[in-house]
């Protein structure tokens, strides 16, 4: 049983919950409700070092060596009574389409220079929302509010959206419609 003020140190991966035996001893624990997730955001999945919480509410300090990295299903605990197991919080993407060449170079650069996280798509460049997307739309200034850049928010989806959303026009006016 785990103390419940301690922090539970993990330094390796037990494995992934689609592995054949730790599916069984899974799905076995799962029936008797022992299996907690660790619930992580996309853009940490690639950190070595990390403090979480799980669902459950255990303190989870995690420190990787170099060769191992967090994925979604990666068994972090397994014991007779408990696993605990990495789930990836789905991805948001604004979907950002500039109107003209001159505004894709203006808004490739802004993103560039603010250091977004970024795909392409068509005409389009989705970013990986990591804040609220007013704040982005923001940041684009006069492309968004001049009309030269059109948003749209993407299903969430944990790589880059294969369907196309509907392109509507943003407004930052106060008390104006919604900006996405």
Not at 15 to 42: F, N
Not at 56 to 64: C, H, N, V, Y
Not at 89 to 95: G, M, P, V, Y
Request: net charge negative; with cysteine.
């Amino acid at each position: 049983m785990h103390d419940a003020g301690a922090v539970l140190r993990i330094e390796r991966i037990v494995g992934s919950r689609a592995e054949p035996a730790l599916s069984e001893a899974l799905h076995r624990l799962e029936h008797r409700g022992l299996v907690d997730a660790l619930p992580i955001e996309p853009a940490d999945i690639d950190r070595r070092r990390l403090r979480a919480h799980t669902k459950a509410g255990i303190e989870i300090a995690i420190a990787l060596a170099r060769d191992e990295k967090l994925y979604d299903g990666a068994v972090l605990l397994l014991e007779q009574s408990r696993a605990i197991v990495v789930r990836v919080n789905a991805e948001r993407w604004l979907r950002l389409t500039p109107r003209t060449k001159a505004d894709a170079v203006e808004l490739g650069y802004h993103a560039g220079n603010l250091h977004w996280r970024v795909r392409f798509q068509e005409d389009s460049l989705l970013v990986a929302l990591e804040a609220p997307a007013a704040d982005y739309l923001a940041r684009l200034g006069g492309l968004v509010t001049e009309g030269r850049v059109v948003s749209a928010m993407e299903a969430p989806a944990m790589e880059a959206p294969a369907m196309e959303a509907p392109v509507m026009a943003a407004s930052m006016e106060p008390g104006g419609p919604a900006p996405c």
